[in-house]
């Protein structure tokens, strides 16, 4: 199987030095997952992840994500194909995979009755901790997920981030070198991601591979070296978060529009013919339309004449670089999910 490029997509601009060892982490052939009722939920993935690679997993919901996170956490059997996870294969090897690797569900598993410390040091003893190395463990996990000053706290008396923190914690008490995260800051405020995103950056940083299934688009782009996305159980794009971004074909012009529907409609029938903007992509928003073209920078303000030439109102317009949310639209034809409204997320710590 042909391993793709790899191009490295951190703040800092740099690369781990293990992605570029050609070591290989995840190596899937023709994965195929038919459920018993015929649902056909991962169709034909073929994908290689480095060691090292912090790798992402897009898709709408019901694409097949969590499906192929749990094939490589030997949680589901594959119906076909091949699936090796650091060297081991998933069918006839899954207790060394599980040995070498650490998952992170979409709900946590700490038990709210423990305190913090008492979580990871159950962790290290079902992950086979050796008791001399247990102290010191569990004093540098509650250190690097912030977490010491309550370590001696309930769980059940924490937030929402501070309960997916130890839950990241007590999967890394082993220190695979392996980290399954299925979309693990899901319900929380966008303080509590951050959070989460910092930690999860520090452990990338210090040589863990990690592989992200998430539907928050920022979250993917800040973290990511390399991104797939998923549609109907098939990776239908492949590349670094700039390299999808410059798949979209240009820069998009944002108007806003006075009126309702039959205003956007009309507005999106002149966009549409709009000559100086050549092979341009229009498509309806909540505010008015947006366009997608090479060409939107330098004749955007023209647009803008031919609308109002149109008696159209232009109440606010904007051109910029392309987002993964426009990758996502474009390429899945959805809007991504909106974030969680943060009066009714969980409040962070």
């Known amino acids: 199987m042909s391993q793709p490029d790899v191009e ?27 459920y018993s009722d015929g649902t056909a939920a991962v169709q034909g993935v073929d994908m290689t992840v480095p060691e090292g690679e912090f790798f992402g997993f897009l898709g709408p919901n019901g694409a097949g994500k969590t499906t192929s996170i749990k ?108 980290v399954f995260l299925d979309e693990p800051t899901t319900g929380l405020d966008p303080k509590a991601r951050n959070r989460l995103w910092e930690y999860f950056q520090r452990i990338n940083d210090l040589g863990t591979t990690i592989f992200l299934t998430t539907q928050y688009l920022e979250e993917a782009d800040q973290l990511c070296d390399r991104l797939a996305v998923l549609l109907d159980g098939q990776i239908v794009a492949d590349g670094s978060p700039d390299d999808l971004k410059r798949q979209v074909g240009g820069d998009v012009l944002d108007i806003e529009l006075e009126g309702g529907g039959a205003e956007r409609e009309r507005a999106m029938t002149i ?54 949310d426009d990758v996502f639209l474009a390429i899945t034809g959805e809007k991504p999910d909106s974030e969680p409204d943060s009066n009714t997320a969980e409040v962070s710590q």
């Open 8 to 34: 490295g997509h951190r703040s800092n601009g740099t690369t781990p030095d293990s992605v570029t060892n050609g070591r290989t982490t995840i190596d899937v052939d023709g994965l195929e997952v038919v």
């Open 71 to 178: 094939v490589f956490a030997t949680l589901l059997s594959p119906t076909s194909g091949e699936v090796l996870v650091n060297g081991f294969d998933a069918r006839s090897e899954a207790h060394k995979i599980r040995e070498t690797i650490g998952y992170m569900a979409q709900e946590t598993s700490i038990d709210p009755e423990l305190t913090a410390e008492e979580n990871i040091r159950f962790a290290c003893e079902a992950y086979g901790v050796s008791r001399g190395d247990r102290d010191g463990r569990v004093d540098e996990l509650l250190d690097l997920v912030d977490l010491a000053d309550v370590a001696d706290k309930r769980a059940e008396g924490f937030s929402g981030g501070m309960k997916k923190r130890l839950d990241a914690a007590t999967a890394l008490v082993h220190q695979p070198p392996l």
């Open 271 to 324: 966009a549409q013919t709009f000559d100086a903007f050549g092979d341009a992509t229009v498509t309806e928003t909540d505010e008015g339309v947006s366009v997608t073209s090479e060409r939107a920078r330098q004749h955007g303000t023209d647009l803008l004449v031919a609308l109002r030439d149109a008696e159209l109102t232009v109440t606010g317009f904007n051109i910029r670089a392309p987002t993964l």
